[in-house]
């Protein structure tokens, strides 16, 4: 063994080098305190974010309202709370939707191989070449509008990324030899497939997701900002969107709030992602290693 | 008694291209071989002559084209599931690679105790215990069982490898160039390993191998292949005497011991 | 050509380790001849690859060289002057050092670029180097990929790459290991030849005392970062001066059953 190609001292032995940079904990503490908002939001708000007052519309931000009230006189920092919730909840089925497509499908046509392999990705392929948009627009108009079709549409346009992932890592190690070396030692397949493949593929499968988040979340929104996600009393941040389109010239605020949120929202997760790649990245890793 | 057998096997392999015509490589042709209990056998040839491709037939980790593989008397091909594992756990491998042939992500722990759980059927507490003998076994300290591969040298892992394919108590270990990545010395303790393993245990070894050295010091019986056939087979004898041309050539091609200049 | 001295002294390699700088390469001096193979020897992990990568300033992430200084002919020079110029360099795996989807020839034409050579007389010198390397069928080697060639045929190609800088001196990082014995033995009878006909300067680095007694006119120990013995090959063998080396030495002859350690060679 040269002791060029295998560094003369354990590589795990890191130096101080914290785990996330600098932008990637701010990034961290922002996606942190979203997903709080989202869970906790319903306890946090201020006001009944339905409740209505026809009195009290479109004002600006005062003490009792902090950021305003819509069109119906209901609180805006409330229906951004509770819109959290709806967001990320969306986009956690959508991903765990994905994930479990993703996984599956590109797992068997991996470890598969062969016939199966080739009509599984060629079957990847198609979906790949749909654009999430139109996609989701076929969907509505085969099955009404409504959450639960918005959300098949982006997993399935999505999935197909994953299943490509994780079955080019399941094909570059099911030959090598600790994969040899487990079915020598009793291992059956499934078991292989769980132990020593599916957690090789799981740092590029948890940048890929969190990268994702803020895509689907622009999607989930997007989508109900058109009308064919969520519909108009719910609190969402599309619908929020949609609903304060018709007041853009005159109560700007309106739109900035939900629009604001969304941007931080999408920022951080892709911030966060940006982050564990850098970490993760073998090549990179390898630098820090020493 | 026979531990294992090659009855006229054959290996083909295909390399697919884009533009249809594929290309058959024959890598294995009519290799017949038997390997007793508690003998110490060496494959010899060079590299590409089909050794280490014979080696994965005789583990059942690839099935021949033509011929068998005989465990005992039955044919690897007719195993039921139970009788695979137990032919799995008469039969083990120890690869050339160590830092390939171990999952990056597992413990030391982790890999020994694989066959133990899936081969032996021990769990727990008792497995804990058969690890750390395992590790003592093959010369490391069983406080390295929580490590991780990227924290042990090359010959430590090696040792790992050993230990783990130790763990089913074998009959036969096939060690595939398994101390040819190693320096000298390590290969040196490597076999002095192997033979105080085979003293205790009585296992038997397939030693694959292209070094003519090695296989002077630690068999009793050579294999010869060259170009995917057996060309010769020979007790060993000091100096050993081989008669065919790749192995006349292979015995050419070993190092003088000492410089010749003046 | 004029016999050139490549010097290499106080060489220091460090690294961080659990937080602590960490040596792996103490003071080492070095000192290569035209016309004369080198060997450094020593255990893996002693730091012997590492000390030609510091030499050349090509030490993996993680590591620097903390001191030390290269001299050719009394003139001390930058690594990167000695790089490819003065020193070539032929690696352990020769598959890993060629870009794969790439063919011979491209690699050949990279490395004249590298050296700042013009179009002509390219095709001559590319020749000239693949024969002297023993790959006489010039044009069609050139056009194959790494996958299409053996290990042994990549040694050569590595070392017509080495020649066709004409650099004086060549790092030889472990070239056999990983070649069976039938084409180390070739890899091993070029080397010797080229260091007849070129007057190369060899450092080559390897654990096998079998390549030493074959090929080495000289002899450094390492062993934990440092030399710690030097001179001539015979010396080395027969009047083993430190117990690292005696060592080295014993665990080699053990693998010759048919010769007691005392018997002098022929």
Not at chain 1, 6 to 22: C, D, I, Q
Not at chain 2, 123 to 142: F, K, S
């Amino acid at each position: 063994m040269s002791d060029l190609a295998l560094p003369e001292k354990p590589a795990a032995a890191s130096g101080r080098r914290p785990w996330l940079s600098l932008t990637g904990r701010f990034a961290l503490a922002l996606a942190a305190t979203i997903i709080a908002v989202a869970v906790f939001g319903p306890w946090l708000t201020p006001h009944d974010p339905n409740a209505m007052d026809l009195t009290a519309r479109l004002d600006g931000p005062s003490a009792a309202h902090w950021l305003g009230t819509d069109h119906l006189g209901r609180d805006i920092l409330s229906r951004l709370f509770v819109g959290a919730r709806v967001s990320l909840g969306s986009v956690a089925v959508t991903l765990s939707l994905i994930l479990a497509l993703g996984i599956g499908i590109g797992g068997a046509a991996g470890f598969l191989g062969g016939r199966t392999d080739q009509v599984i990705m060629r079957c990847a392929d198609v979906f790949l070449t749909f654009p999430t948009l139109v996609l989701a627009l076929f969907m509505v108009g085969m099955l009404g509008t409504g959450l639960v079709n918005v959300v098949i549409a982006i997993a399935l346009s999505h999935w197909a990324w994953y299943a490509r992932i994780v079955r080019g890592i399941v094909l570059s190690l099911k030959h090598r030899d600790f994969i040899l070396a487990s079915r020598l030692a009793g291992t059956g397949r499934l078991r292989i497939f769980w132990t020593h493949l599916l957690p090789a593929t799981m740092s590029q499968l948890v940048v890929l997701a969190t990268l994702d988040i803020g895509h689907i979340m622009l999607h989930v929104s997007g989508l109900s900002f058109l009308g064919l996600g969520i519909a108009a009393p719910t609190a969402e941040w599309g619908v929020m969107l949609n609903d304060a389109r018709q007041f853009v010239w005159t109560e700007p605020h309106l739109m900035i709030w939900p629009g604001l949120a969304l941007f931080i929202s999408v920022m951080a997760f892709n911030l966060l992602g940006d982050a564990i790649r850098d970490r993760l990245d073998p090549h990179l890793r390898m630098e820090h290693a020493h | 008694m026979t531990l294992l057998s090659a009855r006229g096997v054959s290996r083909i392999y295909r390399t697919f291209s884009l533009v249809g015509a594929s290309r058959a490589k024959r890598v294995l042709e009519d290799v017949s071989l038997d390997i007793h209990a508690g003998e110490t056998v060496a494959l010899l040839g060079r590299s590409g002559c089909g050794k280490s491709t014979l080696a994965r037939l005789l583990t059942g980790l690839e099935r021949p084209d033509a011929g068998e593989i005989l465990f005992g008397r039955r044919s690897l091909a007719s195993l039921g599931k139970e009788e695979m594992r137990s032919f799995r756990q008469a039969v083990q491998m120890v690869f050339q690679d160590s830092i390939g042939a171990v999952d990056p992500r597992s413990t030391v722990a982790a890999i020994v105790s694989e066959p133990l759980r899936r081969l032996v059927g021990i769990d727990g507490e008792d497995c804990r215990r058969a690890v750390a003998g395992l590790l003592r076994r093959v010369g490391l300290d069983p406080a390295e069982a929580d490590k991780l591969p990227a924290q042990m040298s090359g010959g430590q892992l090696q040792r790992v490898c050993i230990a783990r394919a130790l763990a089913p108590r074998p009959k036969l270990i096939i060690l595939d160039e398994a101390v040819s990545n190693l320096d000298l010395n390590l290969q040196i303790q490597m076999l002095d390993l192997f033979q105080t393993l085979r003293r205790e245990t009585g296992v038997a070894y397939l030693f694959v191998t292209h070094d003519l050295r090695l296989v002077e010091r630690f068999c009793s019986r050579v294999i010869v292949m060259d170009d995917g056939r057996v060309r010769e087979e020979a007790e060993i004898s000091r100096p050993l005497e081989l008669s065919s041309p790749a192995g006349r050539a292979l015995r050419a091609a070993v190092l003088p011991a000492m410089p010749m200049r003046v | 050509m004029t016999s050139r001295c490549l010097e290499i002294s106080g060489l220091t390699v460090r690294t961080m380790c659990d937080g602590r700088e960490r040596e792996l390469v103490s003071g080492v001096d070095l000192a290569l001849e035209g016309g004369e193979v080198l060997a450094l020897v020593g255990a893996s992990g002693s730091g012997k690859s590492m000390t030609c990568a510091a030499a050349l300033d090509v030490l993996p992430p993680g590591t620097w060289r903390a001191g030390g200084t290269v001299e050719l002919d009394g003139q001390v020079r930058t690594a990167r002057e000695v790089r490819g110029a003065y020193v070539a360099t032929i690696l352990q795996n020769p598959r890993s050092a060629f870009n794969p989807v790439r063919t011979m020839r491209s690699h050949a034409h990279e490395t004249l670029r590298a050296l700042g050579m013009g179009r002509s007389g390219r095709n001559a010198r590319v020749e000239a180097a693949m024969i002297d390397a023993g790959l006489e069928d010039v044009p069609r080697i050139l056009a194959l990929h790494p996958f299409e060639m053996s290990g042994g045929m990549l040694q050569r190609m590595m070392v017509a790459l080495a020649l066709m800088s004409e650099a004086p001196f060549l790092f030889a990082d472990e070239p056999t290991t990983d070649l069976d014995l039938i084409v180390q033995r070739e890899i091993l009878d070029l080397l010797e030849r080229l260091k007849k006909t070129r007057g190369l300067g060899i450092l080559l680095v390897t654990h096998d005392m079998g390549v030493v007694a074959r090929l080495a006119d000289r002899v450094a120990v390492m062993d934990a970062g440092r030399i710690v013995e030097t001179g001539p090959v015979m010396d080395v063998f027969h009047r083993p001066a430190h117990p690292t080396t005696r060592r080295l030495v014993d665990a080699h002859l053990s693998l010759y059953p048919t010769l007691s350690p005392a018997e002098p060679a022929t």
